[in-house]
């Protein structure tokens, strides 16, 4: 009896264990990442967003691309991306003077994309892909301007990990005043 009652205890404790396994080393984020509005790549907005462990930090390639956070583990690249365009860049335009129940409404019988929300400011979530290619991305309109968060990876499906990690960053993201 002695013997049952210290397994039970053991095999509680490993349950606990594994049970708070993925919230320690799932999508853990650092410092805060701040983007200054005097870079001409912001078009005036001004953020702040915590950064991904693990990943190593570069500038954007392209003239919209303001960071990207890269990780390559077992030879996979997992990468979260930040741009943002003007709604003349993206030609979105005639979105400029849209409302967010419209959106909401436009959005709610969307079957590939979602209303969206980041930060009180409208926008969507759509997940993409070809081949072997998944990204997760969500679409803010901010004045005159598409702040884009992507998660990317080389797969059929984006794993619960990198979808963990976009939603938790997304959480952290902040616009400051002009």
């Known amino acids: ?16 264990i594994l049970a708070f396994l993925p919230l320690i080393g799932i999508s853990q984020l650092s410092d805060y990442y701040y983007f200054s509005n005097g870079n001409p790549k912001t078009n005036g907005l001004e953020f702040s967003i915590k950064k991904p462990l693990g990943y190593e930090q570069m500038s954007g390639g392209i003239s919209t691309t303001i960071v990207k956070f890269s990780k390559l583990n077992e030879k996979i690249t997992k990468e979260i991306i930040i741009s943002i365009y003007t709604l003349e860049e993206a030609g979105l335009e005639d979105m400029r003077n849209v409302s967010k129940s419209e959106l909401k409404e436009f959005f709610g019988s969307s079957e590939n994309e979602q209303y969206y929300e980041l930060c009180g400011y409208p926008g969507w979530i759509a997940e993409d892909g070809f081949n072997n290619f998944r990204s997760l991305q969500s679409f803010t309109i901010i004045n005159n301007n598409i702040f884009v968060m992507k998660a990317s990876i080389m797969q059929k499906h984006i794993p619960y990990e990198l979808e963990a990690l976009f939603y938790k960053m997304s959480k952290t993201l902040e616009f400051l005043e002009e």
């Open 1 to 16: 009896l002695h013997y049952l009652t210290i397994k039970i205890k053991i095999m509680k404790k490993l349950l606990l």
